[in-house]
């Protein structure tokens, strides 16, 4: 019986002295092996200078510089259409021909009525001549006591009627020759000629088709002409952006029935109204219309065609830069407390403390195994790269990769390795060298 509870008692003191063991182990590694820093595997990229351009991306449409819509603005029937969309045209080429016969039956007419008009006033004319000649026989005779007061006053009285009369007449002839013109025009307006040399683009109507004049809401669009040998790019420039173009910035133009084919241009016209779409809701986007000269042309552009421009706004050379993605917001800069004492300032934070600030750019800098904090001005950037105008000398080291790294998990001092583009880390590769 007493070796039997010895043996209990032994197995107790194994049991808890394992369990007491435990605990001290578990209690060892949360002092020390929890408290170990955590190693954050980041990219780098040396601080370089690089010419940098900046650039705005916009997308439209190819369309002829110079263009004209052809609308009648006589009402008919379209009795000749000697020409076919895609013709080339010369100014003063006859385009379309309208009938109009009521308008030469009406020009036949007026002429009748003028030429009454003018015979109308010839007589009128000639009757007041006699009419005239006899006032003034009368007026002679009253001067001499030849003639009464009566006989002068019929007399005068006759002049003024008869010269109203003629009057009257000279009027209706200005007023028909008036109304002559006017249908004269129209009936010119029932032929058009070309306005300009250039290529019939868009036609939209037929032979014998009738047609509508602009006296009627806009006319019918009959058929459009353009200069083919003048194009631009019409692209819509986000409002954002819109402030950084100015006219004379050169652009590349990349239209996407000529796959990697790029086309020179140059900002002509900058617009001065918002086109704006889904007005009042979330989706709302406000754009401006930007206009492009192409200079180098190729004789397969049509109009309507899309197109993608780069439109360089600005250039620096010979700049310190980084890869884009290296700077970053943060509130966590670390500054200088002058409010406290120095001692104070030493006891707490060996000079320097965390404080929360209005968002600072930064970027990372690798150091020792170690992260740096620096605080930069930035400048323009490309697709790549941005400017750095202050906060670095160049050559130094900086954290390019990876994005999480950057924006969240970097602190000023974190303990960092370098990993080499091919996903090896530079230790590792150190330490298989040595």
Known sequence: MANGKRKKSKKKIIIFGGLGLLIIILILFALFGGSKEEIILVQTENVAKRDITQTVTATGTINPEFKVLITPEVTGEIISLPVEEGDVVQKGDLLIKIKGDQYQAQKDRLEANLKSAEATLKMREAELIRVKLEYERVKELHTKELASDSELELAESNYLSTKASYDAADANVLQSKAQLREVLETLYKTTIYSPMDGTITQLNVELSERVLGSGFSQGTNIMTVADLSNMEAVVEVDENDVVLISVGDTSNVSVDAFGDREFKGIVTQIGNSAQATGFGTQEQVVNFEVKIKLIDLDPNLRPGMSCNADIETETVHDVLSVPIQSVTARTDVPEK??????????????????????????????????????????????????????????????????????????????????????????????????
């Open 337 to 434: 407390d002058t409010t406290k004492s120095e001692d104070d300032s030493n006891e707490n934070n060996n000079g320097g403390e965390f404080k929360r600030n209005e968002p600072k750019e930064v970027v990372f800098l690798v150091s020792d195994g170690k992260a740096k904090m620096i605080v930069v001005e930035t400048g323009i950037s490309d697709d790549n790269f941005l400017e750095i105008q202050s906060g670095l000398e160049g050559d130094e080291e900086v954290v390019s990769g990876s994005y999480r790294a950057i924006s969240r998990e970097l602190k000023d001092g974190s303990i960092v390795r370098v990993e080499r583009k091919d996903g090896k880390d530079r230790g590792n590769r150190e330490e298989t060298e040595n």
